[in-house]
């Protein structure tokens, strides 16, 4: 689990699959869920896209 300054809580997930890693992101409070993929080398660059995605998605509701 992460805490953003803007969001809050933020369950995150790692899922590695050969060279690549998927991150879901999870907001605790609203339930709203997204995912990114990218290469394993790099999880904490996939873990910003999907946070960024995360707030979008909020954004958007």
């Known amino acids: 689990m992460t805490t953003d300054p803007e969001l809050g809580e933020i369950i995150v997930e790692f899922v590695r699959n050969g060279t690549y890693v998927k991150c879901s992101a999870v907001h605790t409070a609203t339930g709203v ?29």
């Open 33 to 61: 869920e997204v995912s990114a993929m990218g290469p394993a080398q790099e999880p904490r660059a996939v873990e910003r896209v999907a946070i960024a995605k995360l707030k979008r998605a909020l954004s958007q509701r």
